[in-house]
Structure formats: C-alpha cells, structure tokens
C-alpha cells in the first residue's frame, strides 16, 4: 500500500466491505491509490457527486479555496443513510492548500457534525472522520 492507509486506518474511518461511498471534490490531485485502497475495503467503485440514491458514507477531498467547506459538508449529509458517514480529506499541514484543523472543526459544528479525529491516509492527505449526531434525522 505504499505511501497510503492500510485497511486498519480505514476501518477506523468507518469503510467496510458492502459500502456506497460518494464522492466530492475529485481532482487531479487527489491521493489515487487511498482512492482504490477505499474501493478495495468496500468492494465496489467510488460514486461521483450526481449519484442520488443515497450512501453509506460520503467521501470529501476539500482544499483550502475550494467552495464553501459548511455547504460541501451538508450537501454530504443529505445524500447519507441513516448512520451513515462522512470523511473529510485535507492536504496536510505545510502542504499547498492546506486548511486548519481549527477551520474543519468549525465547520463541521455548523453542519451539525461531530469530529471522530484525523487519521494520515497518504502522503499528501489527512482524513477526518465526520458523523451526524445520534438519533434520527429531522
């Protein structure tokens, strides 16, 4: 696996065999070989950000100047099943575009969600796990 998370961080980011995972923000940048670790862990190919038929767990490549990270965020939610995830991947500290620990973490309370902490995933890449409050959604 290389430079990439191993099957014990993306379990620990909530990937599992069976899993609809949806994508946002994809770009020649992204860490392509954590993207096929991900697919490998659930069994299937990523979707892209027009599939509607709702996901397990969201998979969201943010960079510091991309749009709005609240509203990438609850475009996210929207699309997950109950119990469902997100995980919110971040260019690294000293890496270009990187975003403040501080910043996803407001973010993520704006949008109704609670940080599960970050874990490396690649080279270039942290991944924070992101998960809807307990209880049903309204």
């Not at 299937?44 to 990270?69: H, M």
Request: with cysteine; charged share 30%.
């Amino acid at each position: 696996m290389g430079e990439t998370a191993g099957a014990g961080p993306l379990a620990k980011l909530g990937f599992a065999t069976g899993q609809t995972i949806q994508e946002f923000g994809y770009d020649d940048d992204v860490d392509d070989d954590l993207r096929f670790d991900i697919e490998d862990a659930v069994g299937s190919e990523l979707v892209d950000e027009d599939f509607n038929e709702g996901a397990d767990g969201v998979l969201i490549w943010y960079r510091d100047g991309d749009d709005d990270l609240v509203d990438l965020l609850v475009d996210g939610v929207t699309k997950l099943f109950d119990q469902g995830f997100v995980v919110l991947c971040t260019p690294k500290a000293g890496r270009p575009d990187h975003v403040q620990a501080s910043d996803v973490e407001e973010a993520a309370s704006t949008a109704g969600l609670q940080t599960g902490g970050a874990v490396n995933v690649a080279a270039d890449w942290t991944a924070t796990r992101l998960m809807p409050p307990k209880g049903p959604r309204r």
